[in-house]
């Protein structure tokens, strides 16, 4: 059968069409030009670097300023140039204290919380913090933003999330704690569990629904109504089946911990990290340093509660600004000792507000060094999260997620409160202190 010239064209137009959709995109090249490098690996800074960047990912780290031919040339060659930060403890649905606290609960819905939850994911990433861990949300909120934001339609940091933290009935994740027994809903019965098999259940139920780590209540908490954070609320078997069952599904467990009880329990059950740690001791350190457990700090959120305790207790909880002149204190202290003693330490700071990076400097007043900070923030929070093969520092094949500040933090701190450079994965979103995208 002969075919007539037009459609013997057309046919060879659509193969045409065909092969180009078909051909690979041309990759895009960039070259940052460093003043001064903090690479997340080692401990010293490097001078005049280059940074070479295809698509997504570093390509190579050289010394100089090399610009290969047709790259996008980045002028960073009077700053200091980190790793994109990583904060190890957030809650992507913080809201900050505003009204009574009760009726925000009573009021609030979790489409409420979506909708805010886009905005907190923004200014963190603004405030520098490419890569968050989300210790805590409900709802399904925090999952569902995550992949909003890996699908390119909000504009936020890479998430690692908890979904609902587990823990017993009355305990710190119980959220009927105060209020009418009576009241009932839906998504309140996915934080509480008793018993061994109910923790197991929650558990799957959580990966299952794409949490990408358990994140359990073994003591009480400050911000909660009526529990007491110094009591061990979680029985060992409790415990136990939550980390033996996370682990068997591949995700890492996070125990959030106050009293001393209850964080030594968990270490030597191998939870991966402890959040807050308020009554550790020495004792405490040692079993961290032996199963070789992270403790994550929170400085920030401890900070701004015992301010608003002492200014403003009526945005608070009932029992919560009692709990936080007692507790805090503690917390403050403590962590310098934690660091002293040699626990691992990954940057965290229980908010979600982008004023995360107060926290540097709240680490370095308790005696940690700024390098060490930085690196809390950079290479230990990617090995807590289990990802130091794609974030956490400058090098060969992670995501070009890099942050940069005018000044040097290793003598100011305080310059990271005030980041001027985002890029993650080679976009960048924040040059010469201005947003480069426009709001969710």
């Not at 490097?46 to 996008?72: H, L, M, N, Y």
């Not at 999952?143 to 979904?163: D, F, S, Y």
């Not at 033996?244 to 001393?260: E, I, Y």
């Amino acid at each position: 059968m002969k075919i007539s010239p037009p459609l013997r064209a057309a046919a060879m137009a659509s193969v045409a069409v065909l092969a180009l959709a078909a051909a690979p995109a041309q990759a895009k090249d960039i070259v940052v030009h460093a003043g001064r490098l903090i690479d997340g690996v080692g401990k010293l800074p490097r001078s005049q670097v280059s940074i070479r960047i295809t698509d997504d990912k570093i390509v190579a780290v050289e010394p100089g300023f090399v610009t290969p031919v047709g790259a996008e040339v980045i002028d960073l060659s009077r700053a200091t140039v980190m790793p994109g930060f990583i904060d190890s403890h957030t809650h992507i649905q913080s809201l900050k204290p505003k009204g009574d606290p009760i009726a925000r609960k009573m009021t609030r819905t979790s489409l409420d919380s979506a909708l805010s939850s886009t905005v907190n994911a923004r200014n963190l990433l603004l405030a520098g913090f490419t890569s968050v861990r989300d210790v805590g949300g409900g709802g399904g909120v925090d999952v569902a933003l995550k992949r909003a934001i890996n699908a390119g339609q909000v504009t936020g940091p890479r998430m690692w999330v908890a979904m609902e933290p587990l823990g017993p009935t009355g305990g710190h994740s119980d959220p009927t704690n105060g209020l009418d027994p009576e009241l009932l809903h839906s998504g309140w019965g996915n934080s509480v569990v008793d018993g061994a098999d109910e923790v197991r259940k929650e558990v799957r139920a959580h990966q299952k629904r794409g949490a990408d780590l358990i994140k359990i209540m073994p003591s009480g908490g400050v911000l909660s109504i009526g529990d007491d954070p110094s009591h061990e609320l979680m029985t060992v078997d409790e415990v136990k089946a939550a980390i033996d069952t996370a682990h068997s599904l591949g995700l890492k467990v996070a125990a959030h911990g106050h009293g001393k009880t209850a964080i030594d329990m968990a270490v030597k059950l191998g939870v991966d990290s402890i959040e807050h740690g308020s009554f550790a001791d020495a004792e405490s350190y040692k079993l961290f340093k032996q199963h070789g457990t992270y403790l994550v700090p929170t400085l920030l959120v401890a900070s701004n509660s015992l301010e608003l305790a002492l200014t403003h207790p009526e945005l608070m909880n009932p029992s919560a600004a009692a709990k936080a002149k007692v507790v805090v204190p503690q917390t403050l202290r403590n962590f310098g000792d934690a660091y002293r003693a040699g626990v691992k330490i990954a940057f965290g700071t229980d908010t979600a507000l982008g004023e995360n990076g107060k926290e540097f400097a709240l680490m370095v007043k308790a005696g940690m060094p700024a390098m060490e900070a930085i690196l809390s923030a950079t290479q230990s929070a990617s090995d807590l999260l289990g990802a130091a093969d794609q974030i956490g520092s400058v090098q060969p094949g992670r995501f070009a997620d890099l942050v940069a500040v005018d000044g040097d933090p290793l003598t100011d701190i305080t310059e990271l409160q005030h980041v001027d450079f985002v890029m993650k994965g080679g976009v960048v979103y924040k040059q010469d202190g201005k947003a480069t995208v426009a709001s969710n």
